[in-house]
């Protein structure tokens, strides 16, 4: 709508009791299913909405969407993609990764503790597995839709540490990742922690990788 | 686990700092298979010089620092981590003016998604 660029939005639930259905249902309504599309995942929630879109890129970012905060992720999409599709326009780029850490990208409300934990796991990151990317598990990634396709079938892990496996997957296929800063503002209401168990299967999962790819 | 929360690009003019990474297809070799082999070539090479008998041992001096050479290089890897995860996280943006907008925005969407018909 603000931007000229062709679009399209699917939501996607991960079956979380937050009413979230309901306002994509709604949305749906309003805009009309050829702009927004909402979807229940039946295996994995990035396969199955592949299959819905009719873009030629596809944006992937994680739509906190807790409870009270069912609508923030309207607003990001609007601002994003101009951007980003600047980018990756500017690059050719087969990936436009957002991250925290370059150029003007940063956190907001993040303590010291926090952030400590962030850099130190990216740096280990950074050493073992040597991405070419400074943000693995930033959540927010424009892809090439074959570039996503063919990531799909050569990725094995779940959750977030799919997210890390793809760009370094990406690297060993020879696509192009080009990088975008973002600004990551969390949980709009409320603090999320990050606990030891998050940790543990952080660590695990970039064992994991480290020693699979 | 957790969710990441939303997101918000910073509304400043792109200073996109890109690093278009080239095509390298890189070996198939697993990154811990690299690091095995590295350690490897350079574990041998270290042990030939550092440990060779008498008559095949390298001159004195060179010997002295060849020995203690690995806990160095860890103490120096150590240091180099430690300043650099340091510096990083005192250059951690804080994204005020972004948490800001973003509360805008939403408040702005809710008052037109509520125009157009949608129910909390």
Known sequence: ?213 | SVSPGSLLLPSLPCSSHGSPTLLSPQAAMTKLAQWLCGLALLGSAWAALALAPPGLQPPGPLRQALLPLPVYLLVAFGCYSLATVGYRLATFNDCEEAAAELQEHIRAARADLRRRGLRL
């Open chain 1, 1 to 213: 709508r603000f931007s000229g660029i062709d679009f399209e939005i699917i939501i996607i639930d991960d079956g979380s009791p937050d009413g979230t259905q309901e306002v994509a249902q709604q949305l749906e309504k309003i805009y009309g299913s050829d702009k927004i599309l909402f979807l229940f995942p039946s295996g994995t929630a990035y396969i199955h909405g592949m299959k819905y879109a009719t873009g030629d890129f596809i944006v992937i970012m994680d739509a906190d969407l807790s409870h009270h905060v069912r609508l923030h992720v309207i607003c990001p999409v609007f601002l994003i993609k101009p951007i980003v599709y600047r980018k990756q326009k500017e690059g050719n780029f087969d990936i436009v990764s957002g991250t925290r850490y370059k150029g003007n990208g940063g956190v907001y409300g993040w303590d010291l503790k926090r952030k400590l934990i962030s850099r130190g796991a990216n740096f280990l990151t950074q050493v073992l597995l040597r991405p070419g990317a400074s943000d693995l598990t930033g959540s927010f990634r424009l892809y090439r839709k074959e570039v996503l396709q063919k990531l799909m079938e050569k990725c094995v892990s779940k959750g977030y540490v799919f997210q890390m496996e793809m760009i370094v997957r990406a690297r060993q296929l020879g696509f192009t990742v080009g990088e975008v800063p973002i600004s990551f503002v969390d949980r709009v209401y409320g603090e999320s922690k990050l606990g030891g168990n998050e940790i543990v299967s952080f660590l695990k999962g970039l064992l994991t990788l480290f020693a699979t790819t």
